[in-house]
């Protein structure tokens, strides 16, 4: 191993204690996070895991921006752990983890963008009254699976479109237009998929939260394979 990559597996770590000593994520969750770090810094680079390194910065500022209004509408979700950390990050892990298969830049760039703009509408779009995504006529409590709005949606696209700026930056995708196309429709087309997922199975208790997460960042990096090609 290079002395450059010695650096970059201290800051892998370095963030994973920060990330747990900030409470974004319990132990469990900081380790694993690290191991997943580690293993993508070997396969893909560092540059791949600082993607996802913006996906958690985005997430942190997310969840604490109103965070005493959210407190008093018992939405404050705090700090996270390992079931959310693979239910977020282990389609993006494998993406990474099997990059030099083609296409599959495409579907790392989606799943992230997946993940960052399910976040950021969930934490943003509880300022605003939802509506039911599959009755829009219906208004229903902020925090309820299914329900999607005006500014959650906005907060969840310019999410996305960050992810594909920053994928053209760190040099993942070598076209800027090809990596925010892949990543703002493969995001929101992600994003949207969560939210029927709630509305139709895990309001019913059909599935849980997490396993909403996994099915919604499986989409997004099905639509950003896809997207390669058109």
């Known amino acids: 191993m290079t002395g450059s990559n010695w650096i970059y597996v201290l ?3 370095l963030i994973g204690f920060l990330t747990y000593n900030r409470r974004a994520l319990d132990l ?8 997943m770090g580690l293993v993508i ?3 893909a680079g560092f540059n791949w895991l600082i993607l996802i390194f913006i996906f958690l910065i985005l997430s942190l500022f997310a969840t604490k921006y109103k965070k005493e209004y959210k407190k008093s509408m018992n939405l404050y979700e705090g700090r996270r ?3 959310n950390v ?5 389609i993006p892990f494998i993406m990474a983890s099997f990059s030099y298969y083609n296409g599959f830049f495409g579907g790392f760039i989606g799943s992230v963008a997946t993940a960052t703009a399910d976040t950021l509408a969930s934490e ?4 605003q009254t939802p509506r039911l995504i599959t009755n829009l006529s219906r208004k229903v409590k902020p925090g309820t699976d299914g329900g999607v ?8 696209i310019m999410g996305a479109g960050i992810i594909g700026l920053s994928a053209y930056f760190l040099q993942i995708c070598a076209n800027p237009l090809i990596s925010l196309k892949i990543a703002v429709i493969a995001g929101t087309i992600g994003c949207f998929m969560d939210s029927l997922l709630g509305a139709l199975f895990e309001r019913k208790n059909y599935i849980n939260n997490e396993q909403v997460n996994l099915l919604a960042t499986i989409t997004g990096a099905a639509a950003g394979i896809i997207l390669l090609h058109f």
């Open 124 to 127: 943003i779009g509880v300022l």
């Open 28 to 35: 469990w969750g900081s380790l694993l996070m690290i191991i």
């Open 11 to 13: 800051i892998c770590i």
């Open 81 to 83: 752990n390992a079931r």
């Open 86 to 90: 693979i239910s977020n990050g282990i």
């Open 149 to 156: 709005s005006l500014l959650g949606s906005a907060a969840g």
């Open 41 to 43: 810094i070997a396969a």
